[in-house]
């Protein structure tokens, strides 16, 4: 099939695997269908020593030759015993190279996946639900892992073991043999149609599965605003429709599966049936023998495993089609912010220059900036206000290339940033994201996630700045406490101070501190703020923020409005001014005196 062709390098890779385990499957098949040949001489021999036994009429020679009988079904025994076990392990063989195959396939796929996923700027994240960005990960690469492995497993078994049992009944009888398989093909259909009717039905059981899970995630983790609003008899309602929903068509399908199983069981029924009476009119008229009605019966049991999992072959991989063709239509999306061909690694001192810079995000249609300049020398300090959605983050989110501007450059030390090695950029600005991230790990590990090769004394100096040290040691685990859904939950200020001891961990000559400290009480925001200065000397600093860091001496104030500047300079500058800074200034020094 064309769209799981791109599995080919992943078989390729894995190829003495699968060989190995084609050649498993025929030789375990080998071992399956000798046994009926063995059953059906057994049987015709036994049968024509039984009719001598009878004529030899008692006595010392009828003693011995029940005996001869008996010690050759015995030997014949230990024959199909041995083939059985010989069936067996080579089973094993089969499973242990072809699963294992489809296992390494998946870990492959998974790793080319998850690498892409890093690769992919900011704008394929923000117009990507992540539901959907994890579906790729789990469920797509699971449904392709069972074609991989069952799916190919099987179909290879089922057209081995077909061709040997049809090939061993034609070698006995063709006549036998035509008549024995004329139902089979109806069998076949028939069964493919059900398992397909199935497979619908428990896909759609599945989805409305993961509907009622969704609801009930949901729930829970929004039970004190349902609470607080009184709205738990409607969310109940609203569970219990989804819940009833689930409830019908599991009941249907239950009802599909009592009715399919049986019939199944019927229809092998009748081809035994039909086998016996075939086999035995044609044992009659003298062209087979009892031992091939043994045989033949044998043979149909062989076939009807795999035909009965024809239709689980066919919509596995109708299902690894579709989950294919989505992963590689995301394995094509090329990311839109990459390395330039030939990177620039320049060693950053820290000046920063916006030219002209307007952007617009492109899946919102929103434009953020508007012809925004600013110049700033390595060591300065710059704090950048304005209303909410002015544009601010954004000057941030453009500094750290996670997008390009359509029009201006951003630059740093005169190099424009689209020029420049992007982790080599990266590795260059201390960034603290509104949005306090944090993982389920322990504080060391959160603090140290800035700089991985940082000593515990640095871990716990950084921590000191951002005034963690004594909420740490409250905690009985002090720095190992685990942070996350089963861990401690912190408070929305401790959160922001860990971001900003990893930030300060980092140690890069640039600083960009986006709402760093807003859930920060402000006599703490001033403690934090008079550690940071020494700390902050020869370093660039940006700070984003709706409140004025009073206890700092700004080089640069900006404020924004509306994608552009509205007010620029320094302190007095724009107290004088008396706009926006002045009016923000007086409201905050009168509220809390600095
Ligand atoms: N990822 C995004 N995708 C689309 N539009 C965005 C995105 N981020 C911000 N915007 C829009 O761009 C404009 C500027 O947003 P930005 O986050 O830069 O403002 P801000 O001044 O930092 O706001 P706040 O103070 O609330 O953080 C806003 O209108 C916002 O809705």
């Known amino acids: 099939m064309k769209r799981l062709s791109s599995l080919n390098k992943y078989f390729w890779r894995h190829k003495w695997r699968l060989f190995s385990g084609i050649l498993f499957v025929t030789i375990a098949n080998l071992f399956a269908v000798i046994p009926p040949t063995v059953i059906r001489t057994v049987i015709d021999a036994v049968g024509e020593e039984i009719d001598v036994y009878h004529l030899i009429g008692g006595g ?4 011995l030759f029940r005996n001869e009988i008996f010690g050759q079904v015995f030997w014949y025994g230990m024959l199909l015993l041995l083939l059985a076990f010989l069936r067996g392990i080579f089973m094993f063989l089969m499973r242990q190279t072809i699963i294992v195959m489809s296992r390494h396939i998946e870990y492959g796929q998974k790793e080319e996946i998850y690498n892409h996923y890093q690769q992919l700027d900011a704008q394929f994240f923000k117009s990507h639900a992540t539901g ?18 069952p799916a190919i497993m099987y179909a290879v078994n089922l057209v081995v073991l077909t061709v040997m049992c049809v090939w061993g009944m034609l070698r006995v009888n063709p006549l036998l043999t035509l008549c024995v398989l004329i139902p089979m093909p109806i069998l076949g259909i028939s069964i493919y149609y059900v398992n397909r009717l199935i497979y619908k039905k428990s896909e759609k059981i599945q989805s409305q599965l993961s509907d009622l899970t969704t609801t009930a995630q949901e729930a829970f983790s929004g039970i004190r605003v349902i609470k607080s609003f009184v709205q738990e008899k409607n969310i109940m309602r609203f569970f219990d429709a989804h819940s009833e929903a689930y409830k019908h068509s599991t009941i249907n399908l239950a009802m599909t599966e009592a009715i399919y199983f049986p019939a199944m069981n019927l229809f092998v029924g009748l081809s035994m049936l039909s086998t016996i009476l075939v086999g035995g009119y044609f044992t009659i008229i003298g062209k087979a023998t009892a031992g091939n009605i043994a045989e033949f019966v044998i043979y149909i049991n062989l076939m009807m495993f795999p035909m009965f999992i024809i239709g689980m072959i066919a919509s596995t991989t109708q299902r690894a089609a579709a989950s294919q063709s989505r992963i590689d239509e995301f394995l094509k999306t090329e990311p839109a912010i990459k390395d330039p061909e030939h990177a620039l690694n320049p060693i950053v001192l820290g000046d920063v220059a916006f030219d002209k810079v307007s952007f617009t995000y492109q899946h919102t249609g929103i434009q953020a900036l508007r012809e925004f300049s600013l110049k700033l020398r390595a060591g300065e300090k710059l704090i950048i206000l304005g209303e909410t959605g002015s544009g601010k983050s954004t000057v941030g989110q453009l500094l750290l290339r996670m997008y390009d501007p359509q029009s201006g450059s951003v630059r740093l030390d005169g190099v424009d940033l689209r020029e420049m090695d992007l982790n080599h950029l990266r590795r260059n600005i201390s960034y603290t994201p509104q949005d306090a991230l944090l993982f389920s790990d322990t504080i060391f590990n959160n603090i140290r996630f800035g700089r991985d090769d940082a000593s515990e004394q640095e871990v716990y100096e950084v921590a000191r700045m951002a005034h963690l040290e004594n909420e740490i040691s409250s905690f009985a685990d002090g720095y190992q406490t685990v942070i996350g859904e089963r861990g401690v939950m912190l408070s ?3 959160k922001q101070r860990i971001v900003l001891a990893r930030a300060l961990l980092k140690n890069s000559p640039v600083l960009l501190l986006d709402e760093c400290l807003s ?10 703020l008079s550690n940071l200065k020494k700390y902050l000397e020869d370093k660039t600093v940006l700070v984003i923020t709706h409140r004025i860091f009073t206890g700092w001496n700004f080089d640069q104030i900006i404020v924004m409005r509306d994608g552009q500047i509205a007010e620029q300079g320094v302190h007095d500058e724009l107290m004088q001014l008396n706009g926006r800074y002045a009016k923000l200034f007086r409201h905050q020094t009168e509220a809390t005196p600095a």
């Open 60 to 63: 010392k020679t009828q003693e």
């Open 132 to 149: 959907d960005l994890m579906n790729r990960l789990s469920e797509d690469v699971s449904r392709v892992r069972m074609y991989t492995g």
């Open 492 to 494: 929305g200020g401790q």
């Open 519 to 528: 859930a920060v009480d402000t006599q703490t925001e001033q403690i934090i």
